[in-house]
Protein backbone atom coordinates (compact mmCIF):
# COMPACT_ATOMS: atom_id res chain seq x y z
CA UNK A 1 0.00 0.00 0.00
CA UNK A 2 2.95 2.30 0.68
CA UNK A 3 5.15 1.63 -1.91
CA UNK A 4 2.06 2.08 -4.25
CA UNK A 5 1.00 5.57 -2.86
CA UNK A 6 4.73 6.42 -2.96
CA UNK A 7 5.14 5.41 -7.09
CA UNK A 8 1.99 7.39 -7.78
CA UNK A 9 3.03 10.11 -5.80
CA UNK A 10 7.03 10.10 -8.03
CA UNK A 11 5.10 9.53 -11.08
CA UNK A 12 2.93 12.59 -10.32
CA UNK A 13 5.93 14.72 -9.43
CA UNK A 14 7.39 13.47 -12.62
CA UNK A 15 4.55 14.76 -14.77
CA UNK A 16 4.28 17.79 -13.08
CA UNK A 17 8.01 18.51 -13.66
CA UNK A 18 7.77 17.70 -17.15
CA UNK A 19 5.03 19.90 -17.88
CA UNK A 20 6.43 22.38 -15.90
CA UNK A 21 9.13 22.60 -18.31
CA UNK A 22 7.23 22.40 -21.30
CA UNK A 23 5.18 25.63 -19.89
CA UNK A 24 8.75 27.06 -19.47
CA UNK A 25 9.77 26.21 -23.10
CA UNK A 26 6.82 27.49 -24.79
CA UNK A 27 6.78 30.82 -22.61
CA UNK A 28 10.84 30.77 -23.65
CA UNK A 29 9.46 30.13 -27.42
CA UNK A 30 7.08 32.51 -26.97
CA UNK A 31 9.13 35.42 -25.70
CA UNK A 32 11.88 34.77 -28.07
CA UNK A 33 8.93 35.23 -31.05
CA UNK A 34 7.75 38.52 -29.74
CA UNK A 35 11.07 40.24 -29.18
CA UNK A 36 12.04 39.02 -32.74
CA UNK A 37 8.96 40.93 -33.83
CA UNK A 38 9.13 44.07 -31.29
CA UNK A 39 12.54 43.81 -33.13
CA UNK A 40 12.13 43.99 -36.56
CA UNK A 41 9.06 46.61 -36.26
CA UNK A 42 12.23 49.27 -34.18
CA UNK A 43 14.34 48.53 -37.16
CA UNK A 44 11.88 49.35 -39.19
CA UNK A 45 10.75 52.53 -37.64
CA UNK A 46 14.28 53.75 -37.55
CA UNK A 47 14.72 52.90 -41.49
CA UNK A 48 11.69 54.99 -42.13
CA UNK A 49 13.69 57.75 -39.96
CA UNK A 50 16.75 57.62 -41.02
CA UNK A 51 15.57 57.36 -44.95
CA UNK A 52 13.02 60.48 -44.39
CA UNK A 53 16.44 62.59 -42.85
CA UNK A 54 18.58 61.86 -45.36
CA UNK A 55 16.21 62.50 -48.19
CA UNK A 56 15.12 65.66 -47.08
CA UNK A 57 18.54 66.89 -45.37
CA UNK A 58 19.85 66.36 -48.97
CA UNK A 59 16.86 68.00 -50.38
CA UNK A 60 17.37 70.63 -48.41
CA UNK A 61 21.07 70.90 -48.76
CA UNK A 62 20.84 71.16 -52.54
CA UNK A 63 18.22 74.16 -52.35
CA UNK A 64 20.56 76.05 -49.38
CA UNK A 65 23.60 75.68 -52.71
CA UNK A 66 21.19 76.98 -55.49
CA UNK A 67 20.51 80.17 -53.03
CA UNK A 68 23.89 80.91 -52.63
CA UNK A 69 24.28 80.11 -56.01
CA UNK A 70 21.32 82.61 -56.82
CA UNK A 71 22.83 84.99 -54.67
CA UNK A 72 26.16 85.31 -56.30
CA UNK A 73 24.03 85.64 -59.39
CA UNK A 74 23.19 89.02 -58.04
CA UNK A 75 25.83 90.12 -55.88
CA UNK A 76 29.03 88.26 -57.27
CA UNK A 77 30.80 91.70 -57.72
CA UNK A 78 29.23 93.52 -53.99
CA UNK A 79 31.53 93.92 -50.88
CA UNK A 80 29.95 90.73 -49.38
CA UNK A 81 30.77 88.37 -52.27
CA UNK A 82 33.07 86.50 -50.37
CA UNK A 83 31.07 86.01 -47.16
CA UNK A 84 28.57 84.52 -49.63
CA UNK A 85 30.93 82.25 -52.03
CA UNK A 86 32.11 81.29 -48.27
CA UNK A 87 28.63 79.77 -47.66
CA UNK A 88 27.82 78.48 -50.88
CA UNK A 89 31.10 76.44 -50.46
CA UNK A 90 29.57 75.25 -46.67
CA UNK A 91 26.41 74.32 -48.22
CA UNK A 92 28.25 72.56 -51.65
CA UNK A 93 30.05 69.95 -48.91
CA UNK A 94 27.22 69.64 -46.89
CA UNK A 95 25.36 68.42 -50.31
CA UNK A 96 28.71 66.08 -51.52
CA UNK A 97 28.40 64.08 -47.65
CA UNK A 98 24.57 63.82 -48.66
CA UNK A 99 24.87 62.74 -51.98
CA UNK A 100 27.14 60.16 -50.03
CA UNK A 101 24.80 59.51 -47.39
CA UNK A 102 22.08 58.55 -50.27
CA UNK A 103 24.10 55.70 -51.43
CA UNK A 104 25.47 54.57 -48.13
CA UNK A 105 22.48 53.90 -46.68
CA UNK A 106 20.52 52.85 -50.13
CA UNK A 107 17.54 55.80 -49.89
CA UNK A 108 15.65 57.05 -52.65
CA UNK A 109 16.05 60.95 -53.00
CA UNK A 110 13.23 63.00 -53.27
CA UNK A 111 11.38 63.79 -57.09
CA UNK A 112 11.38 67.06 -55.73
CA UNK A 113 15.13 67.75 -56.58
CA UNK A 114 14.17 70.09 -60.01
CA UNK A 115 12.10 72.31 -57.75
CA UNK A 116 14.69 72.55 -54.96
CA UNK A 117 17.13 74.01 -57.64
CA UNK A 118 14.84 76.51 -58.95
CA UNK A 119 13.23 77.39 -55.88
CA UNK A 120 15.96 77.85 -54.49
CA UNK A 121 17.92 79.71 -57.13
CA UNK A 122 15.17 81.68 -57.48
CA UNK A 123 14.69 82.59 -53.84
CA UNK A 124 18.23 83.45 -53.92
CA UNK A 125 18.43 85.61 -56.37
CA UNK A 126 15.03 87.13 -55.76
CA UNK A 127 16.40 88.56 -52.44
CA UNK A 128 19.03 89.75 -53.63
CA UNK A 129 17.45 91.86 -55.88
CA UNK A 130 16.61 93.91 -52.56
CA UNK A 131 19.99 94.51 -51.88
CA UNK A 132 22.76 93.05 -49.98
CA UNK A 133 20.57 92.65 -46.65
CA UNK A 134 17.72 91.42 -48.86
CA UNK A 135 20.38 88.62 -49.72
CA UNK A 136 21.11 88.38 -45.51
CA UNK A 137 17.37 88.39 -44.32
CA UNK A 138 17.10 85.54 -46.85
CA UNK A 139 20.01 83.81 -45.40
CA UNK A 140 18.89 84.83 -41.63
CA UNK A 141 15.55 82.71 -42.70
CA UNK A 142 16.68 79.68 -43.79
CA UNK A 143 19.27 79.36 -41.99
CA UNK A 144 16.86 80.05 -38.55
CA UNK A 145 14.55 77.00 -40.14
CA UNK A 146 17.56 74.77 -40.97
CA UNK A 147 19.07 75.02 -37.61
CA UNK A 148 16.02 74.08 -35.75
CA UNK A 149 15.65 71.32 -38.59
CA UNK A 150 18.61 69.77 -37.39
CA UNK A 151 18.41 69.94 -34.11
CA UNK A 152 14.82 68.50 -33.71
CA UNK A 153 16.44 65.94 -36.46
CA UNK A 154 19.54 65.13 -33.97
CA UNK A 155 16.82 64.98 -30.98
CA UNK A 156 14.69 62.17 -32.83
CA UNK A 157 17.83 60.54 -33.87
CA UNK A 158 18.48 60.25 -29.54
CA UNK A 159 15.41 59.22 -28.84
CA UNK A 160 15.12 56.54 -31.15
CA UNK A 161 18.69 54.67 -31.30
CA UNK A 162 21.94 56.79 -30.83
CA UNK A 163 24.22 53.86 -30.71
CA UNK A 164 23.31 52.67 -34.52
CA UNK A 165 22.88 56.01 -35.83
CA UNK A 166 25.76 57.51 -34.15
CA UNK A 167 27.65 58.79 -37.52
CA UNK A 168 24.71 60.29 -38.76
CA UNK A 169 24.35 62.40 -35.51
CA UNK A 170 27.66 63.73 -35.32
CA UNK A 171 27.63 64.81 -39.28
CA UNK A 172 23.93 66.52 -38.62
CA UNK A 173 25.14 68.16 -35.54
CA UNK A 174 28.40 69.56 -37.58
CA UNK A 175 26.39 70.96 -40.30
CA UNK A 176 24.02 72.38 -37.68
CA UNK A 177 26.64 74.54 -36.10
CA UNK A 178 27.77 76.09 -40.06
CA UNK A 179 24.25 76.48 -40.16
CA UNK A 180 23.88 78.51 -37.14
CA UNK A 181 26.85 80.61 -38.78
CA UNK A 182 25.83 81.19 -41.67
CA UNK A 183 22.69 82.57 -39.78
CA UNK A 184 24.64 85.01 -37.36
CA UNK A 185 26.86 86.29 -40.13
CA UNK A 186 23.81 86.86 -41.94
CA UNK A 187 22.17 88.82 -38.61
CA UNK A 188 26.21 90.59 -38.57
CA UNK A 189 25.44 91.95 -42.01
CA UNK A 190 21.96 93.58 -41.65
CA UNK A 191 19.42 91.15 -42.47
CA UNK A 192 17.14 93.11 -39.94
CA UNK A 193 17.64 95.95 -41.64
CA UNK A 194 15.92 94.59 -45.25
CA UNK A 195 12.73 95.93 -46.45
CA UNK A 196 10.00 94.30 -45.28
CA UNK A 197 12.06 91.92 -43.15
CA UNK A 198 9.06 90.47 -41.08
CA UNK A 199 7.20 89.70 -44.03
CA UNK A 200 10.13 88.06 -45.88
CA UNK A 201 11.42 86.15 -43.16
CA UNK A 202 7.30 84.44 -42.88
CA UNK A 203 6.95 83.81 -46.28
CA UNK A 204 10.27 81.60 -46.35
CA UNK A 205 9.90 80.24 -43.12
CA UNK A 206 6.31 79.06 -44.40
CA UNK A 207 7.27 78.24 -47.82
CA UNK A 208 10.31 76.05 -46.32
CA UNK A 209 8.61 74.02 -44.22
CA UNK A 210 6.17 73.34 -46.76
CA UNK A 211 8.92 71.47 -49.08
CA UNK A 212 10.40 70.08 -46.44
CA UNK A 213 7.47 67.98 -45.28
CA UNK A 214 6.77 67.38 -49.07
CA UNK A 215 10.13 66.29 -49.40
CA UNK A 216 10.42 63.44 -46.41
CA UNK A 217 7.58 62.19 -48.55
CA UNK A 218 7.92 61.59 -51.50
FE1 LIG B 1 23.97 73.27 -45.26
FE1 LIG C 1 23.75 77.06 -44.44
Redesign the pocket.
Known sequence: MTLNYSITLLNANKTMIFNFQKLHLSIRTMSSKISVTEERKLEKQRKKLVDQIIRVDHAGEMG?SFIYKGQMAVLGKSSIAPLIQE?KE??EKHLAKFEELLVDYNVRPTILIPLWKLAGFTLGAGCSLLGEKGAMACTVAV?AL?TKHYDDQVEAMLNNNPKLDQELIQIIKQFRD??QE?HDIGLAHGAEEAPMYRLLTAIIGAGCKGAIFLSERI
Do not use: G, I, L, N
Open positions: AMHEEVDEH
